[in-house]
Nanobody, 125 residues
Framework: QVQLVESGGGLVQAGGSLRLSCAAS????????VGWFRQAPALEREFVGR????????YYADSVKCRFTISRDNAKNTVYLQMKSLKYEDTAIYYC??????????????????WGQGTQVTVSS
């Protein structure tokens, strides 16, 4: 049974940076795709980006391209979301998710099987 734990959220000024972490326990990310989603109040949970664990092939939503970067640390079994040039509109609860398979670029909530509890990111304007 895989457990995902996000960390690194907090309050940051517009234009600033923040790095979120997603650590897995119970198993490694080997053979998995790992995605990041976010949900603002009264809005649907939306796709942010994803990576394949072994190949590191990333894909991002248009709203965060050129600002957010997903990376990973094999030794720590951790995926990171580096967020730069943060905007007020980025304020949301950010969730880490995982699914088996690395070839499919999954962008929908229902395509992921494992979810973390989420971490709050608040960008002040």
């Amino acid at each position: 049974q895989v457990q995902l734990v996000e960390s690194g959220g907090g309050l940051v000024q517009a234009g600033g940076s923040l790095r979120l972490s997603c650590a897995a326990s119970g198993r490694t990310f080997n053979g998995c795709s790992v995605g990041w989603f976010r949900q603002a109040p009264a809005l649907e949970r939306e796709f942010v980006g994803r990576t394949s664990w072994s190949g590191g092939i990333t894909y991002y939503a248009d709203s965060v391209k050129c600002r957010f970067t997903i990376s990973r640390d094999n030794a720590k079994n951790t995926v990171y979301l580096q967020m730069k040039s943060l905007k007020y509109e980025d304020t949301a609860i950010y969730y880490c998710a995982a699914r088996l398979g690395e070839s499919v670029i999954a962008t929908r909530v229902y395509e992921y099987d494992y979810w973390g509890q989420g971490t709050q990111v608040t960008v002040s304007s």
